[in-house]
C-alpha cells in the first residue's frame, strides 16, 4: 500500500486543526442537495459537511479512498466514495447540485478539463466552492513558487505551488462569485456559479 496517503494527513494534521480546518468548514458548510467533491484525497473535507448533505467523493487514486472511508463513517453528510478521474468524471450532465473542491486543482494534470468536467456535472445555476493555494500575485514570491514547483511536485504527489486556479475558474465559463484571500493571497476560497453554457 502506498504510503503517501499517511504521510499526506500528517503533513496537514497541525493545519487542520487550525487556520486549514476553519478555512475548509467556510467553504464546504455551504453546499446542500446533491454534492460532487473531485480530489478528495483521504476525505479531509468529510467532517465539514452538514447534516443531509449527500456527496459522491471521487478520486483517481484507490490509496487516497481506502484512507477516507473510515472518515465517511464519522460525516454528518452521506458520502458515497467512487474512484474517478476529475477530467472525465461518469456522471450524466447536470446531475449535481454543488461542486467542491479542496486543495486538489494542484495536483490535477490538466485544470482545465477538470474544471469543464466539473461545470458539465453540475447543474445550471449550480455552485462550486474551492479552497486552493495559488500562485502569489507579488513578483517575487511567485517566481519564487515557479522556481519551487518542479522540486515540490516530485516529493508532493505531483502538487504545483504556482497554479493560477483563480483564473481558470473564470476561464472555464464559471461565474465568480467571490474571491477571498487568506495567508497573503496564497490561499484563495473560491465561489463561483455555473452559467449558461455557449
Not at 450524466?92 to 486538489?104: E, K, S
Request: one cysteine or more; glycine letters at 10%; proline letters at 6%.
Amino acid at each position: 500500500m502506498s504510503i503517501f496517503p499517511r504521510i499526506y494527513d500528517l503533513f496537514m494534521e497541525s493545519g487542520e486543526r487550525g487556520l486549514v480546518g476553519r478555512l475548509r468548514h467556510a467553504v464546504v458548510w455551504p453546499s446542500r442537495g446533491r454534492v460532487l467533491e473531485i480530489g478528495a484525497g483521504t476525505g479531509l473535507d468529510f467532517s465539514h459537511y452538514a447534516p443531509g448533505t449527500w456527496v459522491v467523493a471521487t478520486d483517481p487514486d484507490l490509496h487516497m479512498l481506502r484512507r477516507a472511508r473510515p472518515r465517511t463513517l464519522h460525516a454528518a453528510g452521506s458520502i458515497v466514495l467512487v474512484a474517478a478521474d476529475a477530467e472525465a468524471l461518469p456522471f450524466r450532465d447536470g446531475a449535481f447540485d454543488d461542486g467542491v473542491v479542496g486543495l486538489a486543482m494542484c495536483t490535477i494534470p490538466h485544470p482545465e478539463r477538470a474544471l469543464a468536467e466539473l461545470r458539465r456535472a453540475i447543474r445550471l445555476g449550480g455552485t462550486v466552492r474551492l479552497l486552493e493555494h495559488v500562485r502569489m500575485e507579488s513578483p517575487l514570491l511567485g517566481r519564487l513558487q515557479d522556481w519551487l514547483t518542479p522540486f515540490w511536485r516530485r516529493i508532493a504527489g505531483g502538487c504545483r505551488l504556482n497554479r493560477r486556479t483563480v483564473e481558470a475558474v473564470a476561464a472555464s465559463g464559471f461565474r465568480l462569485v467571490s474571491v477571498v484571500p487568506h495567508l497573503g493571497g496564497y490561499v484563495q476560497a473560491i465561489v463561483a456559479r455555473n452559467g449558461k453554457r455557449p
